[in-house]
Nanobody, 115 residues
């Protein structure tokens, strides 16, 4: 079991940057896949980016070249660096961890991008 706590959301103008953090309650060294998802009002939750224990990454087409996911095993933290933000990036961003058949979610952090 693992608890995930996101932070770093906020209000930013289009073209700006934010860095989200996801702090885990246990070592993430053994967590095979961690990721970020987002959910905009009236829309389904969607994948943003994932990172494996070997630091292989995967991104949604809509964020490629703008967002970077990384993990710091020593700090039990996963990050999402978001650059060149657009109004359509506005959503609640959720951290996710998959351990075997179990999936864990954080409580989410709001990101709002103004035009």
């Amino acid at each position: 079991q693992v608890q995930l706590v996101e932070s770093g959301g906020g209000l930013v103008q289009a073209g700006g940057s934010l860095r989200l953090s996801c702090a885990a309650s246990r070592s993430i060294f053994i967590i095979p896949v961690m990721g970020w998802y987002r959910q905009a009002p009236g829309k389904q939750r969607e994948l943003v980016a994932t990172i494996t224990g070997g630091s292989n990454t995967n991104y949604a087409d809509s964020v490629k070249g703008r967002f970077t996911i990384s993990r710091d095993n020593a700090k039990n933290t996963v990050y999402l660096q978001m650059n060149s933000l657009k109004p359509e990036d506005t959503a609640v961003y959720y951290c996710n961890a998959k351990i075997g058949p179990q999936t864990y979610w954080g409580q989410g952090t709001q990101v709002t991008v103004s035009s």
